[in-house]
């Protein structure tokens, strides 16, 4: 208080007995019981605040019947308020006054008095309702259950509220509460206020909250939904503009006129073309024009920045060194031989001819082959930022091309803003998972966007939807990955040269793990070599028995996880060096998870070992047979398409021919586990062939052959696809022997030299060859008999 005020304060008239000081209220209704902030400004209103904080009286707040009324009369009020005691008095900086008051009881003014610097009233207090009738008792256990769903809808609602709610003895107070936090007009709390009678007040805040939470209830259905595509386009624009606040607040941003010419600056030296500059000097005119206050002014300096920020100039590119990028490939990675050759040659190509349009790179192969990381390492190869997008999934064309900036929250499409994250034009691009490109439907193609956005012939003038110019990717250098090929659209895969990575065998996991994840996994957990060591032995027990895939993904994950453990065990002092050895694993990762699980499973006729092709790079499947007393009937289960079904009949009626048997009192049942996929279907002809004859002949199969081959009704093996990967599965199944159509013999050029020298090969040309091989001949004296 200044000393002005004070000397009129101290001067002012007493007020009679039953007479209240007054404080307008625009827009907010205090209720009994409620704890409420409460800003004056008008200095009526803050001299009502202070001579009651002097005095030590309650307030009466009454709420106007227009907000925006400044110099307010007796009659623009509503005469019905609350007392409220001020339990905080803060006096803000620039001349407001804020007060934390605490709401006491309903009062009705009798008459306004004259003579005071604000409003002074004779008022008569409303009794508070008796509340213990089981009218009200019901409505009240009514509103508590309400109010307990309505603050588990609300998002930001704190915890405590729903113990205070249901902490609640009074029926009037807790309406009185309710009403308080409804999100309705002012005059509506007002109407709520001024209903005395308790049974009619709990119903009108009941039908209120049951509307409200109707409305909760679907937004946040609505708001689960929307969320996320929100968040992510809006949550830059929301954090730039906190950013330019909480600066303003500092004192460190530039204020109004001097950001304009910090944007015109950054603009001018952005280095667009000309066209494009005339465009943005246009629009930072109407931005001038326009102000920045309005929500469109501050839509057109974010879209201003977006254009100053891209890397427009036309640098020259940093020279491809080969040699060096020789060098840095094989740093980062073990093994891959003719892969890297396929990249250096990709990059002389590009060396001689730097302004040619070479084809784009696609790296297909299973997960965790290295596929993300090559791409960043011919990036670093190359002295270039390396940028990825995932394209998984992406439906919406707008992902890619942006959206238009007419639309609320638009932002470049992701390419774009990969660029602007580069600050160079000179950047590694990596679309991963292109094979997951959704498909094009209502919200445009993104396939076809891509396809612009990858096209020598078009990218030069990329249009994205958000900038409206054109911008020249055509110095970028992109890269795609996916894990199969043939789910690629067929336009996109015209215009790349498709790199296969099909997998590693156990010995170069063996070496890529001791050169490469050992080391890195040691890092991350902060331990060094000299007090933690894995054996060889362990590596490949992890290997062998705790993960089976093509990449070594999950081998470093396991790897991370048994360092893990020795980091704790040294930071518990237990011990200084730790040498993890293999018979640890048991302990640390549990029971294997991959032990020998075919000499299990083969152990009893009828169980054969095929080999599949799948996206992740080939597994073995178990094709069970097993027969029940019937009529002589073929029951195939399992996710079998058409062709395999009619593999399965063929592979039966050979079965038939080739064993002699009468099968019409008995009930096949084939069963081919989920995970091969249809379309491999006919490739566990031979298997199913097999796995039929042992269950007949009731001998096993060796539990150490693994078989791939599709069958014809007259008994010869036929080619099948995917041989490599089929072959690295069997590997790593620890199978010895595996069973080709003499067909694909030329295959196993493909194959790694290690799984050549591991497995043996059998190359069938008819059944019969398989059933030598795997089952054996039969017994001499069943021989004679048959
Ligand atoms: N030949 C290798 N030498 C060294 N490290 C390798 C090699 N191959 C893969 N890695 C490592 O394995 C991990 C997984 O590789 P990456 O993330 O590149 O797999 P990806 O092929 O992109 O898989 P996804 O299809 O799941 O994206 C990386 O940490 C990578 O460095
Ligand atoms: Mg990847």
Redesign the pocket.
């Given at each position: 208080m200044n000393a002005p005020d004070k000397a009129k304060a101290m001067a002012m008239r007493p007020l009679p007995e039953d007479a209240l000081i007054l404080i307008p209220m625009r827009n907010t209704v205090l209720f009994p019981g409620v704890i409420s902030p409460i800003t004056v400004g008008r200095p009526s209103s803050i001299a009502a605040a202070q001579e009651a904080a002097r005095t030590n009286k309650p307030i009466g707040f009454l709420l106007q019947r227009e907000a925006e009324k400044s110099d307010v009369k007796p009659n623009d009020l509503y005469w019905v308020g609350t007392t409220g005691n001020v339990v905080r008095y803060i006096t803000g900086n620039e001349g407001a006054h804020h007060l934390v008051v605490q709401g006491q009881s309903r009062i009705r003014v009798l008459e306004f008095l004259e003579g005071w610097p604000f409003l002074v009233a004779r008022v008569a207090a409303v009794e508070a309702q008796d509340e213990t009738s089981p009218e009200i008792e019901a409505r009240f256990l009514q509103l508590k259950q309400q109010a307990a769903e309505a603050i588990e809808l609300l998002p930001g609602a704190p915890g405590e509220l729903s113990l205070v709610v249901q902490g609640m003895t009074s029926a009037g107070m807790l309406a009185d509460m309710v009403a308080n936090l409804l999100d309705v007009k002012s005059a509506d709390k007002q109407d709520l206020l001024e209903t005395f009678d308790l049974r009619r007040r709990l119903d009108k805040v009941i039908a209120r909250l049951s509307e409200r939470v109707g409305v909760l209830r679907i937004s946040k259905e609505i708001g689960e939904k929307t969320q996320k595509q929100f968040n992510e386009r809006q949550r830059e624009h929301v954090l730039r503009e906190q950013m330019r606040q909480i600066q303003k607040e500092l004192g460190e941003g530039e204020d109004g006129e001097s950001e304009l010419a910090g944007l015109k600056k950054a603009i001018d030296a952005a280095g667009m073309p000309e066209d494009t500059h005339k465009h943005a000097a246009k629009e930072l005119k109407r931005l001038q024009r326009m102000g920045e206050g309005s929500a469109e002014g501050s839509m057109l300096r974010t879209y201003l920045e977006w254009l100053s920020e891209l890397p427009w100039k036309n640098e020259a590119a940093k020279p491809i060194d080969i040699a060096e990028a020789r060098k840095v490939l094989d740093e980062?990675?073990?093994?891959?031989d003719k892969i890297k050759r396929r990249i250096l040659e990709h990059l002389a190509v590009r060396k001689l001819n730097p302004s040619g349009k070479s084809p784009i790179l696609c790296f297909v192969?299973p997960?965790?082959?290295?596929?993300?990381?090559?791409g960043q390492s011919i990036a670093r190869a190359m002295g270039r930022k390396f940028q990825r997008i995932a394209l998984g999934g992406t439906h919406d064309e707008a992902e890619i091309r942006g959206h238009r900036r007419t639309y609320i929250g638009a932002l470049p499409g992701n390419v774009i803003q990969a660029l602007r994250r580069a600050e160079s034009k000179h950047t590694v691009l990596m679309f991963?998972e292109i094979d997951k490109l959704g498909m094009g439907g209502f919200h445009g193609d993104p396939s076809s966007a891509l396809l612009e956005v990858l096209d020598p012939e078009q990218n030069a003038k990329f249009r994205d939807n958000y900038l409206g110019v054109d911008f020249d990717l055509s110095k970028v250098m992109f890269i795609t990955?996916g894990?199969v090929l043939d789910t690629i659209p067929g336009p996109l895969r015209d215009r790349m040269e498709i790199i296969q990575l099909p997998g590693y065998t156990e010995e170069e996991k063996v070496e890529?793990a001791k050169r490469?994840l050992v080391k890195r996994q040691l890092e991350a957990n902060g331990l060094s070599s000299e007090r933690t060591s894995l054996s060889e032995e362990a590596v490949r027990a992890i290997i062998a028995d705790y993960t089976r895939e093509a990449?070594?993904?999950n081998l470093?994950r396991n790897i991370g996880a048994v360092l893990r453990n020795a980091a704790m065990r040294i930071a518990e002092g237990v011990s200084e060096k730790i040498e993890i050895s293999e018979k640890d694993l048991r302990v640390i990762l549990g029971p294997k998870k991959f032990e020998n699980e075919t000499a299990q499973r083969t152990s009893v006729p009828g169980v054969a070992t095929g080999l599949a092709w799948t996206p992740v790079g080939g597994d073995i499947l178990f094709i069970e047979t097993s027969k029940v007393p019937g009529s002589g009937k073929l029951i195939i289960t399992g996710q079998l398409g058409e062709v395999m079904k009619e593999s399965a009949q063929a592979a039966l009626t050979l079965a038939k021919v080739f064993t002699g048997e009468n099968l019409e009192k008995v009930d096949l049942h084939i069963h081919v586990p989920a995970g091969a996929t249809p379309k491999d279907g006919p490739s566990a002809g031979v298997a199913m062939f097999l796995s039929l004859v042992s269950l007949i002949r009731n001998q096993p199969i060796r539990s150490d052959v693994a078989m791939t081959g599709e069958i014809s009704l007259r008994g010869l093996v036929l080619p099948i696809g995917g041989v490599k990967e089929k072959t690295l599965a069997a590997l790593r199944a620890g199978i010895r022997t595996v069973m080709l159509p003499k067909r694909n013999e030329k295959d196993l050029e493909d194959v790694p030299a290690e799984a050549r020298q591991k497995l043996e090969f059998v190359f069938l040309e008819r059944v019969e060859d398989a059933v030598r091989t795997a089952i054996g001949e039969l017994p001499t004296a069943e021989r004679k008999a048959a």
């Open positions: 980062d990675h073990f093994g891959l192969g997960p965790g082959v290295g596929k993300t990381s090559l991963d990955t894990n890529i490469y990449g070594v993904r470093e």
